[in-house]
């Protein structure tokens, strides 16, 4: 009898770390797909960031750069973090230099730029790719994703914004051109800032 008590003991615990490991696994390949924020990053001073840790805010993720005609977006950006943060808004800067060289600095000269010409205070992050073979794990989720009013695919150019709604679900995507004042881009981030996660 105790043999078998023993033996039963033995197996139920084999079984349940089975079905634990299982379910952690299962659990993370899950994940993996269904949070836009699911990822690990480099901050712009080299720090690594979950950006789970936002989950619960409305983000605009935007990939930068310094020497662009677009780069004056950056005051526009911070313009809208500035009014909606205290509302769970935040935008997420990721530098590129994919597109004709022009975010040719390293970390610091960015992070430089950035606060002096244009006083940002959202979160900026360690220079990255967003096409390619070489895109940040962030990137080939929301380019494969996709989202209106532009769809899927590959970032066109500098200034690209990804909607992310408070719970990690990518909601919008635009254009470049697309200024931080665009009266769509104010009504898709007003829209998802009173949705309560």
Sequence with gaps: MRLILSFALALGALTSMSVADHHKSGE?????????????????????????DYEGNVVLIVNVASKCGLTPQYEGLQSLYEKYKDDGFVVLGFPCNQFRGQEPGDEAAIKTFCTTKYNVSFPMF?????????AAPIYKYLTEKGAEPKGSGEVSWNFE????????????RFEPRTKPSDKSLLESIESELKSKS
Excluded: M, P, Q, Y
Aim: charged residues 40%; hydrophobic residues 35%; negative net charge.
């Design 161 to 172: 914004k990804f909607l992310i709604d408070r719970e990690g679900n990518l909601v919008g």
């Design 126 to 134: 360690s220079k990255i790719e967003v096409n390619g073979d070489g």
């Design 28 to 52: 993370h390949a899950e994940k993996d797909h269904e949070c836009a924020l699911n990822f690990e990053v480099k901050d712009i001073d080299g720090k690594t960031v979950d950006l789970e």
